[in-house]
């Protein structure tokens, strides 16, 4: 593995695991819940329709507002980084 594909697995787990916070505010999952008329919202509702009216527990929208509230658990940072990582050191090696 050469210096620049390390480079780029460092940066892309950092930059991930960075970037998500700021990621999940801005789509509306904010620390105060989820923000009215974002796209957050509009996944909120579509699960809710699907679902007979609750959002169920464990569901993609219930962890991303979990995370958008409390942050990201050290389980859920390992992935994001690794994921990124991963990510970023495949388009290193194509590149």
């Known amino acids: 593995m ?5 480079a780029a697995v460092a940066a892309g787990a950092g930059g991930t695991v960075l970037a998500a916070p700021v990621v999940l505010g801005a789509i509306g ?13 509009g996944m909120m509702s579509s699960a ?3 679902n007979g009216g609750g959002v169920a527990a464990g ?12 942050g990201l658990s050290g389980g859920a940072t390992a992935a ?16």
């Open 2 to 6: 050469g210096l620049l594909t390390i």
């Open 80 to 95: 994001v980084g690794s994921t990124g990582g991963l990510v970023a050191g495949l388009v290193a090696v194509i590149v």
């Open 29 to 41: 999952f904010t620390s105060a819940g989820i923000a009215a008329g974002s796209y957050a919202a």
């Open 59 to 70: 569901s993609l929208v219930a962890l991303l507002q979990s995370a958008g509230m409390a």
């Open 48 to 50: 809710a329709v699907a």
